[in-house]
C-alpha cells in the first residue's frame, strides 16, 4: 500500500495559479498511475486529471482541460498538478490517488489508494 502526502493547497485569487504536489512512500511508485479528484462543498468527488505510470499520456475533465498541467517525477516519487486561471468553482479539497494498474482512469474505484486531501480556495 502506497502512502500519499499532498501539499500547496491555499487561498488564491481568480486568475491565480498554484501547484499541487502528492509525494508517495514506496518503491512501486513509478509503476502506478496517479489521478486528482476534487470535491467541492456539498458535491460529490470528481475526475480531475490522471497521468500514466511513464507519463506517456494523461487525460483531463473538461473542466480544467487547457488551465491545469499534470506531470509526474518517478525519481522524486511526486506528482504534480499545476493550475493556473484558477477560478471560484475550482474551489475544493484535492486529492492525489494510486492506481496499480499503471494506465489512466477516470474512475474512483480503479484507484486503490489515496491521500489526505489538501484545501484550494479561489476568491473571486
Known amino acids: 500500500q502506497v502512502q500519499l502526502v499532498e501539499s500547496g493547497g491555499g487561498l488564491v485569487q481568480a486568475g491565480g495559479s498554484l501547484r499541487l504536489s502528492c509525494a508517495a512512500s514506496?518503491?512501486?511508485?513509478?509503476?502506478?498511475?496517479m489521478g486528482w479528484f476534487r470535491q467541492a462543498p456539498g458535491k460529490e468527488r470528481e475526475f480531475v486529471a490522471a497521468?500514466?505510470?511513464?507519463?506517456?499520456?494523461?487525460y483531463y475533465s473538461d473542466s480544467v482541460k487547457g488551465r491545469f498541467t499534470i506531470s509526474r517525477d518517478n525519481a522524486k516519487n511526486t506528482v504534480y498538478l499545476q493550475m493556473n486561471n484558477l477560478k471560484p468553482e475550482d474551489t475544493a479539497v484535492y486529492y492525489c490517488?494510486?492506481?496499480?494498474?499503471?494506465?489512466?482512469?477516470?474512475?474512483?474505484?480503479?484507484?486503490?489508494?489515496w491521500g489526505q486531501g489538501t484545501q484550494v480556495t479561489v476568491s473571486s
Open positions: 514506496g518503491r512501486t511508485f513509478s509503476r502506478y498511475a
Open positions: 490517488a494510486a492506481d496499480r494498474d499503471g494506465f489512466v482512469s477516470t474512475y474512483e474505484s480503479d484507484y486503490h489508494s
Open positions: 497521468i500514466k505510470w511513464s507519463g506517456g499520456s494523461s
